[in-house]
């Protein structure tokens, strides 16, 4: 396309939390991120990121609801869908680690065209995917 840079990626989605430092916890000792970034901004703010292990994909921001109508988000902000997707590289181990560590899946693992997959909540209840991808070839 003319007049976009040819290197272009989503780096950081926001994510509407309750508490900054509950929410490190959940992501960092439960679900197994990293936390990137934990910058004090003044007023109460941070700029707080975490991120896969490895340094894949895009980071969150978590993002401290700081009115009542950011707080009515949290939990749902994509109206009770999927709202962002773990990938994996080995479904059975990440999925026994999160178990391991209370995480909630919302149902069983199953096998589809694309791969194998599980529903599970983060610690507000917005609904993730954790998912290894069918291997091509």
Known sequence: M???ADN????????????YDEAIAWYVERAGFVLADDVDLGGG???VTVAPANGNGARLLLAEASDAEQA???????GGRVFLF???DDFA?????MLANGVEFREAPRFEAYGTVAVFAD???????LIEPKRQG
């Open 93 to 97: 181990r990440d999925h026994q680690a």
């Open 2 to 4: 003319t007049g976009f």
């Open 72 to 78: 009515s988000r949290i939990g749902d902000q994509t």
């Open 123 to 129: 610690l507000h209840g917005n609904l993730w995917d």
């Open 45 to 47: 703010k941070r700029w």
């Open 8 to 19: 272009r990626r989503v780096a950081t989605v926001a994510i509407v939390v309750r508490d």
């Open 86 to 88: 773990l990938e994996t």
